[in-house]
């Protein structure tokens, strides 16, 4: 049976070894072209954020993290608040055009070129809960759809809605020291679990500023939650 690509529609080609007479080939949505425009991030990142060390100054590298991560850690009140985001992708030309289509003209199924990715990434993670960033309730009648909950499901992750969104004012908008100073976006769903000491993962598709992760781990922090880390499929 014929496979075609999900971005460019061309058919993918399987290269033909003595495996794939033995076993199933891996299943594939891109083809090679399409394929190779993504960048995985690999080498030295930031312990906290993902950002690829590679792009920084050194100046702008410290013990390992990003000089915006640790201008978060030194606030008190964001301090410790998201122990790590961990992203897959950098968020280049290509994602950006490829999550547009997913994001804004409703084309579920592209979410199926990552799902063995992020379902590979969470199994290697000690999480017990798996939240995904909510949209408002505007954004969310706009699109149909959640995209870190197509993520998520799609990789058939077992998801809980354990937060509304209260507002959808673009965080990347605004000044760091308004993201920093800014009333969170978040509270808890009228009937949530109990979260206390439970290790929780967010799932959202862009990292951009942290903030919008930040807000929501936040408010599960202090709901109980031992510790909270993110997997975003692409670090902008």
């Not at 992708?89 to 490829?98: P, Q």
């Not at 009648?141 to 499901?153: M, T």
């Not at 509304?164 to 965080?171: A, C, G, T």
Request: charged content about 20%; aromatic content about 8%; overall charge positive.
């Amino acid at each position: 049976m014929n496979t075609y690509c999900l971005d460019c529609h061309s058919e993918i080609e399987y290269s033909m070894t003595w495996n794939s007479f033995l076993f199933t080939p891996k299943e594939r949505w891109l083809c090679g072209k399409c394929e190779s425009q993504l960048q995985s991030i690999t080498g030295e990142r930031c312990s906290i954020c993902s950002r690829p060390l590679s792009l920084l100054e050194p100046h702008h590298i410290k013990e390992g993290n990003c000089l915006d991560c640790l201008r978060w850690e030194q606030d008190p009140q964001w301090r410790g608040v998201l122990t790590k985001n961990t992203s897959l992708f950098l968020y280049n030309d290509y994602m950006k055009t490829y999550l547009a289509r997913f994001k804004y003209r409703g084309d579920y199924i592209l979410t199926k070129a990552f799902s063995a990715r992020i379902k590979e990434a969470v199994s290697a993670m000690n999480t017990s809960l798996i939240v995904p960033i909510p949209l408002s309730g505007e954004r969310l009648q706009e699109r149909g759809f959640n995209q870190a909950e197509a993520l998520a499901s799609t990789a058939g992750l077992q998801t809980q809605h354990l937060l509304i969104r209260k507002h959808s004012e673009k965080q990347s908008k605004k000044s760091r020291n308004e993201r920093i100073h800014s009333e969170t976006v978040f509270a808890l769903s009228p009937t949530p679990l109990n979260i206390t000491n439970q290790s929780i993962l967010l799932i959202d598709d862009i990292y951009t500023t942290g903030t919008t992760l930040r807000h929501a781990a936040q408010c599960l922090k202090q709901a109980g939650a031992k510790q909270v880390c993110s997997l975003t499929l692409a670090r902008g």
